[in-house]
């Protein structure tokens, strides 16, 4: 079965500091994977996908087969930044499995 | 253009009453999701159509779940003999043909079972 895992619940960063949220999954083919984001009272969005390699508003993710991470990376965090961060993988026809989520917090 | 339209955007309803969340995709995408959002329990995949057809219905709950599209288009949700813990966010989501394109999600239907 496939599974997506984002340890940390809540991340609380200062603005400027370097930000890491940690996705790992586990599936037997080759995954398909993405990073969405929910602001605050807007709907859910897709921020990136690896196979597009794009960065988007400075964030990166780095598909990792070894480690089976799929991490999101930005240098200098940002205020508007704050929001919820899915990592989601597709495999197969199913739509997608999506981990629990961390909450992003850019303190001023 | 448009985007994912759900409707309600609220819905109360007592326990053991049917509700019917309903869900307008984007124009041309073949493939519509639904997904449920709980405290706890994160985004949870409850069922895909490709066309009007669902190929796999295991995600669904339970049996007081269905849900059907028709014409290709417009896709309700229906929960029979609600209870409490059917409370939650339902959101709806299209891609253009399959689950590995960009899925756009809808503003979602909140539940709230009493």
């Known amino acids: 079965a496939q599974r997506v895992t984002q340890p940390e619940k809540l991340l609380s960063v200062f603005k400027g500091a370097p930000v890491e949220l940690k996705c790992n999954y586990s599936?037997?083919?080759?995954?398909?994977l993405f990073w969405y984001v929910q602001y605050s009272r807007q709907r859910l969005q897709l921020l990136l996908r690896h196979i597009s390699r794009e960065s988007i508003k400075g964030f990166t993710a780095d598909l990792n087969k070894g480690e089976t991470s799929f991490h999101l990376k930005k240098p200098f965090a940002q205020e508007e930044d704050s929001a919820m961060y899915y990592c989601?993988?597709?495999?197969?026809?199913?739509?997608?499995?999506f981990g629990k989520g961390t909450h992003l917090i850019i303190q001023p | 253009g448009a985007g994912v339209s759900q409707s309600p955007s609220n819905k109360v309803t007592e326990k053991g009453k049917d509700v019917e969340l309903r869900c307008d995709p984007i124009s041309g995408h073949t493939a519509l999701y639904w997904y449920r959002q709980s405290l706890g329990q994160g985004l949870e995949f409850l069922i895909y159509f490709q066309g009007n057809s669902a190929p796999d219905k295991s995600g669904l709950p339970s049996d007081r779940f269905s849900a059907e599209r028709t014409g290709g288009s417009v896709s309700t949700l229906t929960i029979q003999r609600t209870q409490q813990e059917d409370s939650a966010v339902y959101l709806c989501?299209?891609?253009?043909?399959?689950?590995?394109?960009?899925?756009?999600f809808g503003p979602g239907t909140r539940l709230t079972v009493l």
């Open positions: 599936y037997s083919g080759s995954p398909e």
């Open positions: 989601a993988l597709a495999g197969g026809a199913d739509g997608l499995t």
């Open positions: 989501a299209s891609s253009r043909d399959r689950a590995e394109d960009t899925q756009y």
